[in-house]
């Protein structure tokens, strides 16, 4: 049973940084799409950014481009999302998902969360102005 756990949140003032982390145990498919998510109390939980194992292939929120990147290191089973420039409403409790597939078909990574069916129990940020 594969599993995510997030790690590298806390607390920060805006225009700082942070560097989520998402740990992968358990079996995994090799063709996958794995991202971020972040929810503020109130909203609803909103793609950060993703990435496809299989070409590196990266997409992101238009709030967070040119802020946050995300990038993979497969030796490890670890996900990053490198937080620069922080802004207070980034905010949220920031989850990390998975989704894949054992054949060699294509993994969109621009899906709702609805269509990922793997979760961590998720990380909090708080940005203070």
């Known amino acids: 049973q594969v599993q995510l756990v997030e790690s590298g949140g806390g607390s920060v003032q805006a225009g700082g940084s942070l560097r989520l982390s998402c740990s992968v145990s358990g079996y995994i498919y090799s063709n996958k799409c794995m991202a971020w998510f972040r929810q503020a109390p109130g909203k609803e939980r909103e793609r950060v950014a993703s990435i496809r194992s299989r070409d590196g292939s990266e997409y992101y929120a238009d709030s967070v481009k040119g802020r946050f990147t995300i990038s993979q290191d497969n030796a490890k089973n670890t996900v990053y999302l490198q937080m620069n420039s922080l802004k207070p409403e980034d905010t949220a409790l920031y989850y990390c998902?998975?989704?894949?597939?054992?054949?060699?078909?294509?993994?969109?990574?621009?899906?709702?969360?609805?269509?990922?069916?793997?979760w961590g129990q998720g990380t909090q940020v708080t940005v203070s102005s």
């Open positions: 998902a998975a989704r894949g597939t054992s054949s060699y078909a294509y993994v969109r990574c621009t899906v709702a969360a609805a269509d990922f069916g793997t």
